[in-house]
């Protein structure tokens, strides 16, 4: 962690600056010693010489007040200045003598430049500039900073600052210091040193031993030995610093890892942790970064539980959990992607995961496909498993540890799709376009298990014409689909039995039509003196923007023999309205009018902003962005949806008393609402409201107006001003259940949550900083009002932070614990600790 490297690197530029033992070449016409000023006016002596180097012959400028040459020794005194490459040498006094490329300096040595903006100071000093070694004394330097005539900032990802009694430049790019200090903070006053007898650095890495680190001039830690890499694009491979914690849980933490740096692109970290109460925990990952948008990242954890005793019940809640994800482009149009999970334990994840949403996270899905397109067509070729906690009964509570029989696990293996984007048949404005797929399925879920793979085909094209006059714009389109299934269902069913497969093929056809209108938008401004007051000196836009969709689907009478893999399976017979309008209100400054909105001229394009809901002349949109121009911005979107149904029954699929699933219903919300025959839908509500630059405010529910009630109901806030912000989400739903059936426990999903998130300070800027969250269950009975709650308080100086946190879950029977986190940052060097930022409150 800790960086060793210190003014080695700063001398680079004595490499540029060799002066061999060759004589000089005569000078060009013009530039003898006699066309010299010698004059009282001339204070500055400059002379140019040919300084040949190994590679290959550059220029050095030399300037002096003073200057003398005795046999091949030059004498330069009074602010000595030698400009070589991009590097410059200064001194008060400088002797070099041009046989032996040996040179001497004293007082106020500087030297300065190199693309690393290497700047270093000594008291003197000796070089040869030939073999490119040096002794410098009393220095002070730095690696990476560069000035701006107002202060010194960083130029580069891996800057130092160091001092030392004497450095030893033993080769081109090997170094020793002694005596010296390491430090990321800027002199004066570092808020961190580490200091060394010794530091020797070469081509690779920075080494010291026997190392003291001091926080505020305070001696802390005593390092052995430490390591770090020199060059900034290079890593370097070492053991990390020890993480250690505390968890009522799990006990004593001890933990170690050990980072391997493959190469530039690839690298691999390894581990393990001990809890004293349950046993050992080990990790891995693996991370690859290459050209363009090619990458691979894997993770590996996994704990030999010992197990525990909760309420007189020995629970082993070991497991393991892998990880992958990557993608591969071959071409533009081609590449290969994968996103794939391996979950062996429910229990595991909920009693030893680090943050509470995956912690109470119950699906999986793992894909990986490779997709070529071209255009406007693309083929696809996918696997992909899905493994999801789906709990017949609600034994004591929602936390509660699953059983492997409680898995729903579904399997593409694989699925061959083909589709396209629409395309125009030749000028007619008809429009076509086509989903194709085939597929092997299976699933396993308690008491059933699809026999082997079942195959599908499905086939649906469509046709549309899309239309607009006055305004207006409407889409009719009509398709079909056909979809052959290997085996089936067995018919009539209860949904209290065991499905039962069955070896018969099945097919199933539909036609669909649907006509999609939009009105012409409504819209009003405000602008008079009363709302510009009101609204903060902006004028106001109200738009109303109404749409209906009529859809019809028939042929589908074999619903309930289908089984039931993805989305393509509860495709069903529909006759329905979706109607529903979208009302904004816009801001605009009155001071700030980059453009005035105007009709369009006759034969002037239009287009659709589909952001703010309205037609735009090109002159008012930004055509790259689809965002409106002219100063304004939206404060209020407020969306009203719902359906009509004028086939109640959906052609027969809707099974009384029990959760019913359509395509339909799922493409309205994610809610179901459908336990028996009905006519009208829920009214869904979507309400977004951005106060101001610091404030946002969104409130979505499903109102059922059969029953009277709020299925879902949903609160979102988030404010932040300067270093304060602050958070509250809540979440209700009261829908029907998995199983809606009589007697059943979970008939009806009832859950009543609040978060809360506030905090100040900032993880960037220096000064305090303090953080609190909870998450309460309002309708807690079996279980305490606490799901999860945390308290982190950190202080950032300039260069250095420290946070620690005390984090709380409380998850039924599963996971009752506390644990405290920490984590130390060294600027532009590391963290060391156990608070990872992805769990950082900041």
């Known amino acids: 962690m800790i960086t060793i490297m210190v003014l080695a690197a700063s001398h680079p530029h004595l490499r540029a600056q060799e002066v061999t033992s060759q004589a000089t070449p005569p000078a060009e016409a013009g530039e003898s010693s006699s066309s010299l000023p010698d004059g009282p006016e001339a204070v500055r002596y400059p ?3 040919v300084l040949p180097s190994t590679d290959d012959a550059t ?115 090997t170094y020793e210091i002694y005596d010296g200090s390491l430090t990321t903070c800027q002199l004066p006053r570092p808020d961190w040193m580490l200091y060394s007898g010794k530091f020797a650095v070469d081509s690779e890495k920075a080494k010291a031993q026997n190392s003291t680190f001091r926080l505020m001039n305070i001696p802390v830690l005593f390092l052995p030995y430490v390591t770090h890499p020199v060059d900034s694009e ?32 690839t690298d691999v970290t390894v581990g393990a942790q001990y809890y004293s109460l349950r046993g050992w925990e080990q990790s891995a990952s693996f991370r690859y970064r290459g050209l363009g948008n090619n990458f691979a990242k894997a993770k590996y954890s996994g704990l030999l539980d010992r197990g525990i005793t909760t309420n007189g019940v020995y629970l082993n809640q070991g497991g393991e959990d892998v990880t992958f994800s990557g993608r591969h482009d071959f071409t533009p149009q081609t590449r290969v992607v994968a996103d794939a999970e391996y979950l062996s334990s429910y229990a595991y994840r909920q009693a030893f995961a680090e943050s509470f949403s995956l912690a109470v996270s119950s699906d999986i899905l793992s894909i ?153 938008v409504v819209e009003r401004t405000f602008d008079s003196p009363a709302v510009e007051k009101f609204f903060n000196n902006n004028d106001v836009k109200h738009t109303i923007e109404p749409e209906v969709t009529y859809r019809y689907v028939s042929g589908i009478n074999n619903f309930l023999n289908v089984l039931r893999f993805d989305d393509i399976d509860i495709m069903s017979d529909t006759n329905e309205l979706q109607y529903g309008v979208t009302q904004r209100l816009f801001l605009r400054p009155v001071k700030k009018r980059p453009c005035q909105e105007k009709p369009p001229s006759p034969g002037q394009e239009q287009n659709w902003d589909e952001d703010i809901g309205r037609v735009q002349t090109r002159e008012q949109i930004d055509l790259k962005s689809r965002k409106p121009v002219c100063g304004s911005r939206e404060m209020i979107t407020w969306q009203l949806t719902q359906k009509y149904f004028f086939n109640e029954n959906f052609g027969g699929a809707v099974i009384n008393g029990r959760r019913n699933i359509f395509d339909t219903t799922l493409n309205l919300s994610g809610i179901a609402f459908l336990t028996e025959p009905r006519a009208i839908s829920p009214l869904i509500s979507r309400l ?66 609040l978060r809360l998130l506030m905090g100040y300070g900032s993880p960037t800027k220096p000064g305090l900083g303090i953080a609190g969250n909870v998450g309460l269950d309002l309708n807690a009975t079996n279980t305490g009002l606490l799901e999860y709650g945390a308290v982190q308080a950190s202080y950032n100086w300039d260069c250095c932070g420290f946070s620690v946190e005390v984090r709380k879950y409380e998850l039924g029977a599963v996971r009752n614990e506390t644990a405290e986190r920490f984590n130390f940052t060294l600027l532009n060097i590391g963290t060391a600790g156990n608070l990872r930022r992805a769990a950082s409150l900041f």
């Open 47 to 49: 002379v140019a010489a």
């Open 368 to 520: 990986v496909y490779g997709v070529h397109e071209a255009d406007g067509f693309d083929a696809s070729a996918r696997v992909d498993r899905y493994q999801g906690l789906k709990m017949a009964f609600q034994a004591a509570t929602p936390t509660v540890p699953a059983i492997p029989e409680e898995q729903v696990r579904i399997f593409h293996a694989p699925s061959l799709d083909f589709s396209s984007t629409e395309h125009e048949i030749s000028r007619s404005g008809v429009q076509w376009r086509l989903d194709s797929s085939y597929a092997g399925l299976s699933r396993v879920e308690p008491g059933f298990s699809s026999g082997g793979l079942t195959q599908r085909v499905n086939l649906h094209p469509e046709i549309s014409y899309p239309l607009s006059f006055d305004g207006w714009r409407v889409r009719a389109s009509i398709g079909a689909r056909e979809t052959f299934y290997s085996r089936s269902r067995q018919t009539p069913y209860r949904v209290d039995l065991i499905p039962v497969e069955l070896p018969t093929p099945l097919n199933r056809a539909d036609v669909e039509a649907e006509v999609d209108m939009r009105a012409p």
């Open 234 to 265: 290079q890593r370097q491979s070492g053991i990390l610093i020890p993480a250690i914690s505390y968890s009522s849980s799990k006990g004593f933490i001890l933990g170690e890892q050990y980072y391997w740096a493959i190469n530039r692109s």
């Open 688 to 753: 977004r409201v951005r106060t101001s630059a610091h404030m946002d405010v969104e409130w979505d529910f499903d109102y059922d107006t059969g029953a009277k009630k709020f299925t879902s109901n949903n609160v979102l806030v988030d404010v932040h001003e300067g270093n304060v912000f602050g958070g509250l989400s809540y979440a209700r739903l009261n829908a029907p259940g998995r199983f809606y059936t009589e007697g059943v426990l979970s008939s009806v999903s009832n859950f009543d949550q």
């Open 59 to 173: 220029t050095a400028s030399i300037e002096s007040d003073t200057q003398s040459k005795i046999g091949s020794r030059f004498i330069l005194d009074g602010d000595v200045e030698i400009h070589y490459r991009d590097r410059i040498i200064k001194a008060d006094h400088i002797e070099f003598d041009e046989d032996t490329s040996d040179l001497t300096a004293n007082g106020h040595l500087h030297v300065t430049g190199g693309s690393n903006h290497e700047d270093l100071t000594a008291s003197h000093g000796t070089m040869n500039l030939n073999k490119q070694t040096a002794t410098f004394y009393d220095v002070t330097g730095s690696v990476g900073l560069k000035s701006t005539g107002h202060a010194m900032v960083y130029a580069s990802s891996n800057p130092f600052l160091f001092t030392g009694r004497m450095v030893v430049r033993t080769g081109p790019q």
